[in-house]
């Protein structure tokens, strides 16, 4: 068998299987791996672009009616804004309700920072879909690929043991292809192991911003006027808050 025979072609024309349905699972988990990652890139941009539009326009009422009015007439349709019309409704499920049961709770503060918290762990939710899998698919592609080169490297053996022929030129053929399961696992680990590190320290930031905005919104919804940026304390977190 001259040189040009070998290669992942002829790999795959020699697999059993076993190594096909290794390389259909590498391949699957690649595509999923991409997927996700395409798809949190462009819901981060949409995001970033939708967050900044809103806070633009957040940040000019004076009062928390209108905070509240910029979301009334549209779809709220990202964090920021969901996260207002949150407040808003505990607000008005505030005011509908007994105030003196509600007063025995903590009163109005305590009553919308646990519904503003209860908002941002459901933002949560959303901003990790998929870091599951990523973090799955980092861990296990490269073992998976492993098993591969072993399974491959054990029929190229065998094939070779009986052939009676064992030189080096007639084992490296074979070996070498069984290794490129290993090249293939760990070409399909560490973009999933990059992209998960990258959107969980992006979550991280956009997590944090949320965090502060809810305190500014509280504050908001509570005292009647925004806080004055030049005058601002160090910010309450509301999972510390409780």
């Known amino acids: ?88 409704d ?24 646990r519904a503003l918290r209860q908002g941002i762990e459901e933002e949560t939710e959303r901003l990790e879909r998929g870091l599951s899998i990523l973090a799955s698919v980092g861990s296990t592609a490269p073992f998976v690929g492993l098993f591969g080169t072993v399974w491959g490297i ?8 009986m052939s009676g022929q064992g ?22 680990a560490i973009p999933a192991v990059l992209a998960y590190n990258a959107l969980t320290r992006r979550n991280r930031i956009v997590l944090g911003r949320l965090d502060a905005f809810g305190h500014d919104l509280l504050t908001l919804a509570v005292t009647g006027t925004p806080i004055e940026r030049g005058k601002r304390a160090a910010p309450l977190r509301l999972a510390e808050a409780v």
């Not at 054990?154 to 043991?161: D, Q, R, S, W």
């Not at 030129?169 to 293939?184: H, R, S, W, Y």
């Open 1 to 88: 068998m001259n040189e040009t025979a070998l290669g992942f072609s002829h790999f795959l024309a020699q697999a059993d299987p076993v190594a096909r349905f290794i390389l259909a699972t590498m391949l699957l988990a690649s595509l999923v791996t991409w997927g996700i990652i395409v798809d949190r890139l462009i819901s981060f941009g949409l995001l970033r672009k939708r967050n900044g539009a809103f806070l633009a326009r957040f940040r000019k009422a004076r009062s928390f009616d209108e905070a509240v009015r910029e979301v009334e007439n549209e779809v709220a349709d990202e964090p920021c804004a969901r996260l207002t019309r949150i407040a808003l």
């Open 90 to 113: 505990a607000r008005l499920h505030y005011t509908a309700c007994d105030a003196a049961h509600l007063d025995a709770a903590g009163g109005l503060s305590e009553f919308m920072t």
């Open 154 to 161: 054990y029929h190229a053996l065998i094939a070779i043991g």
């Open 167 to 188: 030189t080096l030129d007639k084992v490296a053929g074979p070996v070498g292809e069984a290794l490129i399961m290993t090249a293939i696992g760990l070409a399909v």
